[in-house]
């Protein structure tokens, strides 16, 4: 099984010439009576259904069909063909190698998040490539204000963002369905694994920390249970494998401040989880709040959530008081609705939308809002009227951010958007 580095393009070519057909979207560009292509994306999930589609402009088309493994082998290796109608160009010569990575289930990587782990390949566009043009696309297809938001909203149906510029030309995802974790879940004194998977045979799951170890022999899809006695510890790992090879795993280390939640994890501990985030105090990652804000507090909680967003990320709680007290949301009111009040200011307030999670913690019978903000890759900016404010977070204060601070933020955006 492929490991994370590097993979010859030859083997990629000749591994797609020896498959009947497969799943490709295209992106592709107008370029002297010919078509030029931008981004090409291959999909080699023979169970995944293929919807036609054809989004036709005058300086612009993008492809969604299925195609003979040879075709798209030729065009990976730099050859013209023929598709749909069209003469397509591939730049040549192609990237020698490809990077290569190799993902667990539930792991998000270029915009996808799948059950099962899967191999990715991807093979870098020519830097010096011309790029497509920013005007409007009108024409066999949805309207757009120009070609970055058509390439995200046809590939994979999300809006464009400051990230969305591509430097991959070819883009080469495979399932990895011999076994997966589907849901996990953390009691207090109970971890519960429900394993699936279409080759389980010789599998062993796996739960380690630092101290010691247990294996469970897997039989088939199903429930494997891990006994808690102590809780589960910090830095733990479970893994599904077979022998020295994984199929899947988890990881669970200590509650951190804004970290991102992984759907298939289901923690039933919020009491020890939010004693955990109040033992250091409010600081560099947290601030605590009586109630939803008003007023100048509540330019103040989103200006601390774009300072969060555009470093290492934080938590903000929402009942519970300056000397740390848990005091809850006021009682009688309405929790569903003051969660989606929060959720409107952030979306209202802090440009580009900051990554966050909010959920509701029950703590001995009084309800705190979280709202955990993952640290980003780029500036995230508070909007006051017509004027952006960029902030950062210094110990337990949020401070206007400083120049050099703010440009180096920018340098950070990736060239290459996940999707």
């Not at 008081?321 to 952030?346: A, C, W």
């Amino acid at each position: 099984m492929v490991n994370n580095g590097q993979t010859d393009t030859a083997v990629l070519v000749a591994m797609l010439s020896e498959r009947a057909s497969v799943n490709v979207r295209l992106a592709l560009v107008s370029d002297a009576q010919q078509w030029r292509l931008h981004h090409g994306q291959v999909d080699l999930d023979d169970d995944a259904p293929v919807t036609d589609r054809a989004w036709r402009y005058s300086t612009a088309t993008f492809l969604e069909l299925r195609l003979p493994g040879p075709t798209v082998a030729a065009l990976m290796r730099g050859d013209d063909q023929d598709v749909h109608g069209l003469h397509v160009v591939s730049p040549d010569p192609p990237s020698s190698t490809a990077a290569t990575y190799r993902l667990r289930g539930q792991e998000e990587w270029n915009r996808v998040t799948t059950p099962w782990p899967r191999t990715e390949w991807t093979l870098n566009r020519d830097t010096n490539a011309p790029q497509p043009g920013h005007g409007l696309l009108v024409g066999d297809g949805p309207s757009f204000l120009n070609f970055d938001q058509a390439l995200s909203a046809f590939l994979h149906q999300r809006p464009h963002d400051n990230n969305a510029g591509r430097s991959d030309l070819w883009r080469i995802v495979q399932p990895q369905r011999a076994g997966w974790l589907s849901q996990i879940t953390i009691g207090p004194d109970l971890l519960t694994a429900v394993v699936d998977g279409e080759a389980l045979d010789g599998t062993v799951l796996e739960l380690s920390w630092a101290a010691d170890n247990e294996n469970r022999s897997v039989d088939g899809a199903g429930t494997y249970r891990f006994p808690l006695t102590q809780g589960l510890a910090h830095d733990s790992l479970l893994m599904l494998r077979r022998e020295d090879q994984w199929l899947d795993w988890r990881s669970f280390p200590a509650p951190t401040y804004g970290r991102a939640r992984d759907a298939s994890v289901v923690w039933e501990q919020p009491g020890p989880e939010l004693e955990l985030l109040l033992a250091n105090g409010e600081g560099q990652h947290l601030e605590c709040k009586r109630e939803v804000p008003e007023g100048d507090s509540r330019k103040k909680m989103l200006k601390t959530i774009a300072a969060f967003a555009s470093r290492d990320g934080g938590t903000i709680l929402i009942g519970v008081r300056d000397d740390l007290q848990i005091v809850g949301l006021p009682e009688g009111s309405n929790v569903d609705k003051q969660e989606l009040q929060v959720v409107s200011m952030i979306r209202d307030s802090v440009e580009p939308a900051p990554p966050y999670e909010s959920h509701v913690i029950d703590h001995d019978g009084k309800k705190v809002l979280a709202i955990e903000v993952s640290g980003g890759s780029q500036m995230y900016a508070y909007r006051d009227g017509q004027r952006q404010e960029f902030y950062v977070r210094v110990g337990p204060n949020t401070v206007p951010a400083r120049h050099h601070e703010i440009a180096a933020g920018f340098r950070r955006i990736p060239s290459s958007t996940a999707f």
